[in-house]
């Protein structure tokens, strides 16, 4: 029997205390389910940085490559400079270890927990499949002039074919796997972004041709954003570049009851693959044991589904959805009914 290797990220903030959580419900699981895994911990976070001043050790990157998964709480830190390690940790780790798609999962579970009226679950269930590696995020531009009244910032949206390609395709055939509708939306911005919209949108419809079960359409991301709020059943799995993957997918945890549940997965489906919570690392909430673990439990339902334990990941989502409908009062910290401890404890009850 394998036993899997899973790296641990607790990282800053709360990312600690929900990170507890997901590995308490992994013991569980793995016990119920029969795997063996074991997990090394890694301190890369703010608390590190202000020690060492080092943001990530270069040994992080060729050690990270030998686990089959990892496992990240939250980076951010209040003392240091926002930037530095979000850069420096998070977006480094994304791109060294080409984890080129960030996949989202928009779920409601129960709809006393959406801000929309009449909406309810089965009309609130999509992915957005985000690019991960590329675009705004690749962090190319300039100053000219800098300090000076006429100064020019360029920030550079850098869009390869090979990039672009590599995500569509995931993107498709996560759609004709796991779609429930088998409908794949481009969202984008073809009218305005000219060069970047105009690859994306000639690869999607000449992959297209390759999918004859995959119904596609187009949506440009503004409109996007309006059909969230007005007809959000209308989607199944989104296709989108790494800015406005950014943004749509807080508007898409919003919709699915907030922060507190929602989960990513920074894949590289060919090498390891990294799960989180998507929410930040909530330094006000720290050691209150207030926070929700639920969107760090989740993210290790994705983790396992990733690795191809689908029985135990199904098990996962099966209690989250259970504690969510019968027992919290809410999904917000602090307002749950039951500490972070007491809803991991609740998800394991209910494996
Ligand atoms: C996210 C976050 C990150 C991003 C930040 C923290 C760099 O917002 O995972 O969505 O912009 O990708
Ligand atoms: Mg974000």
């Not at 240091?80 to 779920?107: A, S, T």
């Not at 972004?193 to 359409?217: G, I, M, N, Q």
């Not at 990513?264 to 989180?276: A, L």
């Amino acid at each position: 029997m394998k036993t899997y290797k899973i790296a641990v990220i607790p990282g800053d903030g709360t990312g600690p205390e929900v990170v507890a959580e997901g590995l308490k419900v992994l013991q569980a699981v793995s016990q119920k389910r029969q795997f063996k895994y074991e997990t090394v911990h890694f301190d890369f976070g703010g608390k590190r940085y202000l020690r060492t001043k080092e943001v990530l050790p270069d040994s992080a990157i060729p050690e990270l490559k030998k686990f089959d998964a990892m496992f990240l709480g939250a980076i951010g830190h209040p003392d240091v400079k926002p930037g530095i390690l979000e850069k420096g940790i998070l977006l480094r780790l994304r791109f060294d270890l080409d984890q080129y798609i960030n996949l989202r999962p928009i779920q409601l579970f129960d709809e006393r927990f959406c801000p929309l009226k009449n909406k309810k679950p089965e009309d609130i269930d999509f992915v957005v499949v985000r690019e991960n590696s590329e675009g705004l995020y690749k962090g190319m531009g300039e100053f000219q002039d800098k300090g000076t009244a006429g100064e020019v910032a360029i920030q550079i949206s850098y869009n390869t074919r090979k990039g672009v390609e590599r995500c569509l395709r995931y993107a498709f055939e996560y759609t004709k796997k796991y779609g429930k509708k088998k409908q794949l939306t481009l969202c984008g911005k073809t009218n305005v972004l000219t060069f970047a919209w105009d690859l994306w949108e000639r690869t999607f419809h000449e992959l297209a041709k390759e999918y004859p079960d995959v119904k596609t359409s187009y949506t440009h991301v503004d409109a996007t954003t309006m059909w969230f709020v007005k007809n959000p059943e209308w989607f199944d799995v989104i296709v989108t570049d790494n800015m406005f993957g950014d943004i749509i997918t807080d508007l898409g945890a919003m919709l699915q009851g907030g922060m507190g549940i929602a989960a990513g997965g920074n894949i590289n489906p060919q090498g390891v693959s990294m799960f989180e919570p998507i929410g930040g690392s909530a330094p006000k909430y720290t050691g209150q044991k207030v926070i929700n673990p639920l969107a760090a439990i989740c993210a290790m339902g994705m983790l396992l589904r990733q690795i191809g334990e689908t029985a135990a990941a199904e098990s996962i989502e099966d209690s989250v959805k259970t504690v969510v409908k019968t027992k919290l009062k809410d999904l917000a910290a602090g307002k749950m009914g039951y500490s972070t401890t007491e809803v991991g404890d609740l998800v394991v009850k209910n494996l």
